[in-house]
């Protein structure tokens, strides 16, 4: 992997979008701050962001920000730390017989299969379903980082893609989609490992999951993952059972 880090801007300007629908909060309103898009962004901008919580949607970096809500808590896993609990050892051993490779974000019919399936089945209605390929491509890459698609193959099928940006000292997860028929090898949460191990590899201090709500089902997975570390009040803390109801480790 090749570290891209032009000089930065002397100034980023940031924008914030029109209050719309809570996609996670049922009756809530959302906003976001996204960096200038005309910007020249980099991986070393990116970084920068990506510890005070921004995250990236295909060419755009952005954060919540909610006039009347902080639920969005963006998290990230300190690499050396990070031990498998009893429970993720099971996931991690249930899937052993999967082949991963790692690969550049080029667009590929099978991966584009799976990822229609996977929207159809998880976001059916919600706007994301009956994707083109384009649209695809635009949501997951960007023309300005380095962008990697971690693919898990059961039999020579795809059957799970893990979308993790590098960021020099870290992995940014962006989108993961895979079988929705293969339920019971709690896929999502392997390829969380798999980016885990990764970013060992490669030296990574950080790997961010984005944002947990707590209390929404959706990312109740995050919460397995530890030690967890959340930016609440301008700096990173490790996150503890007590903290913001976050239920007790599985396995642990």
Same mark, same amino acid.
Request: with cysteine.
């Given at each position: 992997?090749?570290?891209?880090?032009?000089?930065?801007?002397?100034?980023?300007?940031?924008?914030?979008?029109?209050?719309?629908?809570?996609?996670?909060?049922?009756?809530?309103?959302?906003?976001?701050?996204?960096?200038?898009?005309?910007?020249?962004?980099?991986?070393?901008?990116?970084?920068?962001?990506?510890?005070?919580?921004?995250?990236?949607?295909?060419?755009?970096?952005?954060?919540?920000?909610?006039?009347?809500?902080?639920?969005? *808590?963006?998290?990230?896993?300190?690499?050396?730390?990070? =031990? /498998? &609990?009893?429970?993720?050892?099971? #996931?991690?051993?249930?899937?052993?017989?999967?082949?991963?490779?790692?690969?550049?974000?080029?667009?590929?019919?099978?991966?584009?299969?799976?990822?229609?399936?996977?929207?159809?089945?998880?976001?059916?209605?919600?706007?994301?379903?009956?994707?083109?390929?384009?649209?695809?491509?635009?949501?997951?890459t960007s023309a300005w980082c380095e962008t990697l698609f971690v693919e898990?193959?059961?039999?020579?099928?795809?059957?799970?893609?893990?979308?993790?940006?590098?960021?020099?000292?870290?992995?940014?997860? *962006?989108?993961?989609?895979?079988?929705?028929?293969?339920? =019971? /090898? &709690?896929?999502?949460?392997?390829? #969380?490992?798999?980016?885990?191990?990764?970013?060992?590899?490669?030296?990574?201090?950080?790997?961010?999951?984005g944002y947990w709500i707590p209390g929404c089902d959706k990312m109740a997975?995050?919460?397995?993952?530890?030690?967890?570390?959340?930016?609440?009040?301008?700096?990173?803390?490790?996150?503890?059972?007590?903290?913001?109801?976050?239920?007790?480790?599985?396995?642990?």
């Open positions: 992997m090749n570290q891209r880090n032009p000089p930065p801007q002397r100034q980023l300007r940031f924008f914030g979008t029109a209050p719309r629908a809570c996609s996670y909060l049922p009756g809530r309103s959302a906003t976001s701050i996204f960096a200038d898009p005309d910007a020249r962004l980099s991986t070393h901008v990116y970084a920068q962001l990506a510890n005070l919580g921004f995250r990236r949607s295909g060419n755009d970096l952005y954060v919540p920000a909610c006039r009347d809500c902080d639920a969005c *808590v963006p998290v990230r896993i300190p690499v050396a730390e990070f =031990r /498998r &609990s009893r429970n993720l050892q099971k #996931v991690w051993n249930r899937n052993r017989d999967l082949t991963c490779n790692i690969l550049p974000p080029d667009y590929r019919d099978e991966h584009f299969a799976l990822y229609a399936r996977y929207v159809d089945a998880r976001h059916a209605g919600g706007g994301m379903d009956k994707p083109n390929p384009d649209e695809y491509l635009t949501f997951l898990l193959r059961l039999d020579g099928t795809p059957v799970a893609v893990a979308v993790t940006d590098w960021l020099g000292n870290a992995l940014s997860a *962006v989108y993961t989609f895979f079988d929705p028929g293969l339920q =019971r /090898r &709690s896929l999502g949460t392997y390829a #969380v490992l798999r980016q885990i191990e990764l970013a060992r590899q490669h030296s990574c201090d950080w790997h961010y999951l997975y995050k919460s397995r993952f530890r030690p967890l570390q959340a930016l609440r009040g301008g700096a990173w803390r490790t996150l503890n059972d007590a903290h913001a109801g976050m239920p007790p480790a599985c396995g642990n």
